[in-house]
Each structure stands twice: as C-alpha cells, then as structure tokens.
C-alpha cells in the first residue's frame, strides 16, 4: 500500500534490521526498543490492524504466530510478551498489522 512505512520496509524501501522473514511474513527489531528484546513481526500483505482481520486474511495472521513461536524459540526467549495496539486510543501508530514481541525484562500486569 502506497505511504504505508512497513510496507515501505518489506519492499526494502526503508532500511531494516531483519530478524526472519518468508514469503509470508517479515520480522525486524524495533527501532524504538521497549525491552531488551522488542521485534515486530508483520504479514507483507497490507492488513490495517486485527481489527481487519477476516476469514480471507486469517491464514497469514496465523502463520504470523507460526513465526513469533519461531523466533522466539531461535532466540532462546523462555518469556516474553506479544501486544497488537489496536486504533490510537491503544497505542497504534503505524496502520499496518503487526505484533510486537517484547522480552528480557519485568513486565507489569495489567498493562498502562
Ligand atoms: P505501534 O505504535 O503502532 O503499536 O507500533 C509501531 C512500532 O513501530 C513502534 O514501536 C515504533 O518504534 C516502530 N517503528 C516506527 N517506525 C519504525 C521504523 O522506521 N523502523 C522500525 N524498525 N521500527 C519502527
Ligand atoms: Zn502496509
């Protein structure tokens, strides 16, 4: 999608610290860390947020989980924290689905 900044970066438009990626999903480290390790994981097609999630879209959303499960692993992660910020009120920035994967410090419950 044309102006969509993580789109921008699976196109290799804008530079990247890749963490894993297939021809489904891309992942990458934040460029803001919220924890020692915080990456962003991301289906390539375009989808706004999980709120546009639907039967024609899920396959990919749930590969997404395949790969956090993954690299997670490959990382050696034992706890870590996936958030989606749904919508400016929770915190979204940038319209294009992704899951944040935070790890390697003490989290609160519930979240601010
Ligand atoms: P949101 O606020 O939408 O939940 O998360 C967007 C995330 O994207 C933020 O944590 C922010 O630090 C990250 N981000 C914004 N611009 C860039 C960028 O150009 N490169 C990378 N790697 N991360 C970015
Ligand atoms: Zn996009």
Known sequence: MQDCLFCKIVA???PSKKVY???QCYAFYDIDPQAPTHFLVIP???IQSVAAVDAGNSAVVAHCFEVIAKVAKDLG???FRVVSNIG???GQSVFHLHFHVLSGRDM???PG
């Open 77 to 79: 992660l034992e706890s």
């Open 21 to 23: 990626e297939d021809e």
């Open 12 to 14: 290799g438009e804008i």
């Open 88 to 90: 400016e009120q929770a």
């Open 44 to 46: 390539k097609q375009h």
């Open 108 to 110: 609160t419950w519930p």
